[in-house]
T-cell receptor
Framework: TQLLEQSPQFLSIQEGENLTVYCNSSSVFSSLQWYRQEPGEGPVLLVTVVTGGEVKKLKRLTFQFGDARKDSSLHITAAQPGDTGLYLCAGARSSGNTGKLIFGQGTTLQVKP | SAVISQKPSRDICQRGTSLTIQCQVDSQVTMMFWYRQQPGQSLTLIATANQGSEATYESGFVIDKFPISRPNLTFSTLTVSNMSPEDSSIYLC???????????????FGPGTRLTVL
C-alpha cells in the first residue's frame, strides 16, 4: 500500500513553463519534506512543512501543506534546465514518531532549454 | 546539515559474494537509516540503525541478508550478503538532523553506493 501518492511520475516541459507536483495521502503527517535528487547523488532536502495550510517559498519554488496535513504540493514557476531532477515528497506519520519517513513514488522532471 | 560519505561509491560484484558499504557522518547522530533505490525511482527503507541497539528491519528485509553494524554515533555499515543480480541497486544511508526539534524528521543523505551484481 502506497501511503503517499505522488503525481505526475514523469514531466517533460520547456524552459519557462510552470508546473505543479502533488503528494496525496489519506494519512495525517506531522511533517512533510520535499527532496530533489540528481543522478549519482543522494536526495537533498528542499523544505519541510509542519503546519496545516503552511506555504513556503524557495526562489521559484512554492511548497504548500494541506490544511488537514494529508497532502502537499510543489509549484515551480518559470522552470529552468537546472530544475531537472527527481523530486520526492516524504512524510513522517503523526502517530508515533519513529523518525521513519514514507516516500512518494517520485516525479522525474526534465526541463528542456 | 550533516556531511555524509559512503564507501564504495560503486562496485561490480559476482553472484554469491558479499559487499560491505560504509557510511561516515561528520557529527554525532542518533538515528541512521539504510535505503535501497532503483535508478529514477523512490526509496525503500531497509532498516533503522540506532547506536547501542539492534537494527530494526522493515518488512521484506532480514538481518541474515542485510546485517548492519552501528559501532558509534558517526559510523555504520550495511552488508549485502550472498548477492544475486536482484540486489543490483543504489544503496543510500541517511541520518536524522539533530539540530532541529524531532518534529521535523528531516534526513540528510549520503551520495549512495551503486551496486551491480553479475
Amino acid at each position: 500500500t502506497q501511503l503517499l501518492e505522488q503525481s505526475p511520475q514523469f514531466l517533460s516541459i520547456q524552459e519557462g513553463e510552470n508546473l505543479t507536483v502533488y503528494c496525496n495521502s489519506s494519512s495525517v503527517f506531522s511533517s512533510l519534506q520535499w527532496y530533489r535528487q540528481e543522478p549519482g547523488e543522494g536526495p537533498v532536502l528542499l523544505v519541510t512543512v509542519v503546519t496545516g495550510g503552511e506555504v513556503k517559498k524557495l526562489k521559484r519554488l512554492t511548497f504548500q501543506f494541506g490544511d488537514a496535513r494529508k497532502d502537499s504540493s510543489l509549484h515551480i514557476t518559470a522552470a529552468q534546465p537546472g530544475d531537472t531532477g527527481l523530486y520526492l515528497c516524504a512524510g513522517a506519520r503523526s502517530s508515533g514518531n519513529t523518525g521513519k519517513l514514507i516516500f512518494g513514488q517520485g516525479t522525474t522532471l526534465q526541463v528542456k532549454p | 546539515s550533516a556531511v555524509i560519505s559512503q564507501k564504495p561509491s560503486r562496485d561490480i560484484c559476482q553472484r554469491g559474494t558479499s559487499l560491505t558499504i560504509q557510511c561516515q557522518v561528520d557529527s554525532q547522530v542518533t538515528m541512521m537509516f539504510w535505503y535501497r533505490q532503483q535508478p529514477g525511482q523512490s526509496l525503500t527503507l531497509i532498516a533503522t540503525a540506532n547506536q547501542g541497539s539492534e537494527a530494526t528491519y522493515e518488512s521484506g528485509f532480514v538481518i541474515d541478508k542485510f546485517p548492519i553494524s552501528r559501532p558509534n554515533l558517526t559510523f555504520s555499515t550495511l552488508t549485502v550478503s550472498n548477492m544475486s543480480p536482484e540486489d543490483s541497486s543504489i544503496y543510500l544511508c541517511s541520518v536524522e538532523a539533530n539540530y532541529r526539534d524531532r518534529i521535523y524528521n528531516e534526513q540528510f543523505f549520503g551520495p549512495g553506493t551503486r551496486l551491480t551484481v553479475l
